[in-house]
């Protein structure tokens, strides 16, 4: 059964209330299903009523079963997670008011559906039939909820701190900063508040205190330089300060970029739209990347800065026009590139490179992991959009899946991009494809199971995702350093 991120606890452990878990957070139950839940919880909460524990304490214990692994169990080896349950002002209440997030753009409906998004209804005649309800118009913002969703369900989250290895913090701080982004100082104070009763809670639990917050984490679904001023390229006086700001400097933080000099940061791969639901869906997938038929050597897809001088994305269109019969081109200034549409998956399923320059804000791209899912080879121009970003998931060499041009030449005309590509031969070629397609499901964001799939016979889904790998990371992480503190 599937665990909402905002319950406190599960009451029935047969499954039955599996038909709203996956609502959207802000849409009302269905009433039939409404009274079947009470139906059901009705005689359990009775008979609680006439026990002779208190409730509270009964639940809690039944819990601890069910989620905690058993001591010494190969599955938890490295220990368990704390979910903090903290107040809505923090994540909840933020999903409520979704229309007032980013006040020119609702992410009503990108953050719904548990922060995975509605279906992708476009990719008709694209991607083989049965693959199209694995696809959905995910945010790259939504990482927060997301990471909360999978935290709530993981196989080894427990319910008593006392024994957890691990406290997540599910503070959305992305979605709680990205109304000040783009806004003036004027209202300074009001974009670090939030920020700063967070720190104010968190240092409060008792959890924190033991530790000084050493063996806490939590994820941010933007990248790192949106939370500290004055590294960010648009403007020193945006976003907020939150992760300098004194006890989340030293907090591990899971980051869709990170920066390099900070090592409490951990990059994580930007959500994508694929998100299967069982092995067969996945192998479906990458046989389709593997045998795909590319008619281009490579493809563009980005938006020309115009308000940069010297914008490198500018050069790569208008090199790209100049070569249409080798390169695609999606210019994203002109063309709608928005979640879950065709233009952006279709041209990376025809082209054998696709390029990835940094973005004016930052190095790293979501269209990276996009190119990556559709079999396409990546090409880089700056060595922090790859190198030491993604390691824990990206694990081989950047240099085995990737190409590097440098920037530079490219600017004087003293490289050209078509002939580098040119020059890799057909096993080359399929060689690389072959590394990046066995990294693919080490970036995909899978969702909980619940048994609505069990139902539906496509199996089950057993591959560690992104998060698997993420939060064993981080236990691994803890764990070591626990071990450094005992010598
Ligand atoms: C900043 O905000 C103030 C007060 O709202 C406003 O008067 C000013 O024009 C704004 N400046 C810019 C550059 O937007
Ligand atoms: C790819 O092209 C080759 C040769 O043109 C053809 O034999 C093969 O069936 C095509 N594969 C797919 C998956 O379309
Ligand atoms: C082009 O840029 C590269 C890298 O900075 C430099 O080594 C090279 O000398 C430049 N060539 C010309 C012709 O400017």
């Known amino acids: 059964m599937k665990m909402h991120p905002f319950a406190k606890f599960s009451l029935s452990s047969s499954g039955t209330s599996s038909s709203s878990s996956r609502r959207n957070f802000v849409d009302k139950p269905k009433n039939r299903r409404a009274w079947l839940f009470v139906a059901l919880v009705f005689p359990i909460l009775i008979l609680l009523m006439f026990t002779s524990a208190p409730r509270q304490y009964l639940s809690i214990r039944r819990l601890k079963q069910r989620f905690r692994a058993p001591a010494g169990s190969e599955q938890c080896k490295y220990g368990t997670v704390y979910v903090y349950d903290l107040p809505p002002s923090f994540n909840k209440k933020l999903l409520d008011n979704c229309r007032a997030i980013d006040p020119q753009n609702s992410l009503c409906d990108a953050l719904s559906n548990d922060g995975f998004g509605p279906k992708a209804t476009d990719l008709q005649g694209i991607i083989p039939e049965d693959l199209t309800p694995a696809w959905y118009a995910t945010s790259m913002f939504a990482g927060e909820v997301i990471y909360h969703t999978r935290i709530s369900n993981y196989k080894c989250r427990t319910y008593d701190p006392d024994s957890a290895a691990a406290f997540y913090i599910p503070f959305y701080a992305g979605l709680a900063i990205a109304k000040y982004l783009y806004a003036n100082r004027s209202i300074e104070s009001e974009r670090e508040s939030q920020g700063e009763s967070l720190v104010k809670w968190v240092t409060e639990q008792p959890s924190w205190k033991r530790s000084s917050g050493a063996d806490h984490f939590i994820m941010l679904g933007r990248v790192s330089g949106d939370f500290r001023p004055g590294d960010h390229h648009m403007d020193a006086k945006s976003g907020s300060s939150f992760v300098l700001m004194p006890p989340i400097r030293q907090t591990l933080r899971l980051a869709l970029e990170r ?19 069982s092995n067969a869906e996945l192998e479906n997938w990458l046989k389709f990347v593997r045998t795909r038929n590319r008619s281009k050597l490579f493809t563009f897809v980005g938006g020309k800065e115009k308000r940069l001088k010297d914008d490198f994305r500018g050069l790569l269109v208008d090199q790209c026009r100049d070569e249409s019969d080798r390169c695609t081109v999606v210019d994203c200034s002109e063309t709608r590139c928005s979640d879950g549409s065709p233009a952006i998956l279709e041209p990376f399923l025809d082209s054998n490179f696709c390029l990835q320059p940094r973005s004016g804000d930052s ?13 396409s080879i990546p090409v880089f121009f700056w060595k922090r959009s790859i190198f030491g970003q993604y390691d824990w ?11 590097f041009i440098d920037e530079k030449q ?49 199996g089950k889904y057993t591959m560690r995702d992104a998060v698997d790998i993420a939060v064993e990371g981080v236990l691994r992480r803890f764990k070591e350093l626990r071990l450094v503190e005992r010598q």
């Not at 940061?265 to 299967?276: D, L, Q, R």
């Not at 190095?363 to 079999?375: D, E, Q």
């Open 410 to 458: 490219v600017r004087n005309g003293t490289i050209s991009i078509r002939k580098v590509l040119e020059g890799y031969g057909i096993e080359e070629i399929q060689m690389m494809r072959e590394r990046v397609t066995n990294l693919i499901p080490r970036f995909l964001y899978v969702m909980p199971g619940d048994d609505e799939y069990d139902d539906g016979g496509v």
């Open 363 to 375: 190095f790293t791209r979501r269209s990276t992991f996009n190119c990556m899912l559709a079999g």
């Open 259 to 277: 920066s390099p000099w900070d090592r409490y940061e951990i990059g994580v791969p930007y959500p994508t739209g694929f998100h299967p639901r």
């Open 393 to 403: 998931f990206l694990r081989d060499d950047p240099e085995r899946f990737s190409v």
